[in-house]
């Protein structure tokens, strides 16, 4: 893989995300690391395919009007990039602007690279870095309800978010919900490769949240 054309890449990608908190470059390039571990492990053999595909997956959230309209976005963005530099045959062109637009779903879209990019990024929500995530990016709501700790959505799988997400629920209102999300988001790996490497994260998360809550607890008793 050529190292010009992939700094290429990756220079278009950190002058677009610059200014964007959670989903910024360092998000990005974890994506990347995480894509091509998932890919070697998998079997996948086009890592150039896998690199550019994690580099431009979010570059939609700089210019979609709504975050989730970022998929379809960037991949118009990624298209238009690529072929002006030339840099993958017009089929891979295809197939990796694909997994750009329907990475951010668990529905829509199929093939390998799809599914390696769709974990890798599912990959940046777990654990230490995840925890830390889900307060940047949510940095506006309260950490969790005095009444209930844990949070209505504790324990909640991926299918019972989607319900919510669905019928206009969301992901609730506290971060204690959207750690509950993320955590729920183990459910829809498609790898052996990261459902494998991703389990003791989700389990590290669940511990914070039954400390959290001890915690809390503890000094109410206190006070």
């Given at each position: 893989m050529s190292e010009e054309k992939n700094k290429l890449v990756a220079d278009y990608t950190k002058n677009i995300m610059?200014?964007?908190?959670?989903?910024?470059?360092?998000?990005?390039?974890?994506?990347?690391?995480?894509a091509l571990l998932i890919a070697k492990n998998e079997g996948f053999k086009d890592l150039e395919m896998i690199e550019f595909a994690a580099l431009l997956h979010d570059i939609g959230l700089a210019k979609a009007e709504k975050r989730s309209q970022h998929g379809e976005v960037g991949a118009a963005m990624a298209e238009e990039f690529l072929k002006e530099n030339n840099l993958l045959t017009p089929e891979k062109i295809t197939e990796v602007c694909l997994a750009i637009k329907f990475h951010c779903t668990n529905r829509g879209g199929e093939g390998k690279l799809l599914a390696i990019l769709r974990d890798a990024d599912m990959m940046d929500l777990f654990g230490g870095i995840g925890i830390m995530r889900a307060f940047t990016s949510n940095s506006t709501k309260l950490e969790y309800d005095l009444n209930n700790i844990k949070g209505e959505t504790w324990q909640m799988r991926a299918s019972?978010?989607?319900?919510?997400?669905?019928?206009?629920?969301?992901?609730?209102?506290?971060?204690?919900?959207?750690?509950?999300?993320?955590?729920?988001?183990?459910?829809?790996?498609?790898?052996?490769?990261?459902?494998?490497?991703?389990?003791?994260?989700?389990?590290?998360?669940?511990?914070?949240?039954?400390?959290?809550?001890?915690?809390?607890?503890?000094?109410?008793?206190k006070g």
């Open positions: 610059s200014k964007l908190i959670a989903h910024g470059y360092y998000h990005v390039n974890r994506v990347r690391n995480w019972d978010f989607d319900e919510r997400f669905d019928s206009g629920i969301g992901i609730g209102e506290y971060l204690s919900d959207q750690i509950n999300f993320q955590i729920s988001c183990y459910d829809n790996l498609n790898t052996e490769t990261a459902r494998k490497i991703a389990k003791p994260l989700v389990d590290m998360m669940s511990e914070f949240m039954i400390k959290m809550e001890d915690e809390i607890n503890l000094g109410q008793q």
